[in-house]
């Protein structure tokens, strides 16, 4: 099986940074996508950034400037570094990843999540 476990989320002041980060753990060939997403109360899972196994990213438009996302391959991570961050950045922040896994001498691509990690930023 594989595992994403997320860690670094927080209560952060309007402005203030955070940095998440996530390790992948398991059994796979390799992994494709790496990404952040995030969920507030009431509201519909939205993509933050993602980052691919050569370093090329994609961010929400609403973190565009203020986040960066990127990856160390070797050690199966991936780190989100939030600045500026504001109050409708609160939510729940969840790792994923594109993991390509080998059954029965083949390959196929599996999604993972994590179980996601909170981060506050009062009004």
């Known amino acids: 099986q594989v595992q994403l476990v997320e860690s670094g989320g927080g209560l952060v002041q309007a402005g203030g940074s955070l940095r998440l980060s996530c390790v992948a753990t398991g059994d796979f060939v390799r992994i494709n996508v790496m990404g952040w997403y995030r969920q507030a109360p009431r509201k519909q899972r939205e993509l933050v950034a993602t980052?691919?196994?050569?370093?090329?990213?994609k961010y929400a438009d609403s973190v565009k400037g203020r986040f960066t996302i990127s990856r160390d391959n070797a050690k199966n991570t991936v780190s989100l570094q939030m600045s500026s961050l504001k109050p409708e950045d609160t939510a729940t922040y969840l790792c994923?990843?594109?993991?390509?896994?080998?059954?029965?001498?083949?390959?196929?691509?599996?999604?993972?999540w994590g179980q996601g990690t909170l981060v506050t930023v009062p009004e």
């Open positions: 994923n990843a594109e993991v390509i896994r080998s059954v029965a001498y083949d390959e196929f691509r599996f999604q993972y």
């Open positions: 980052i691919t196994t050569d370093g090329s990213t």
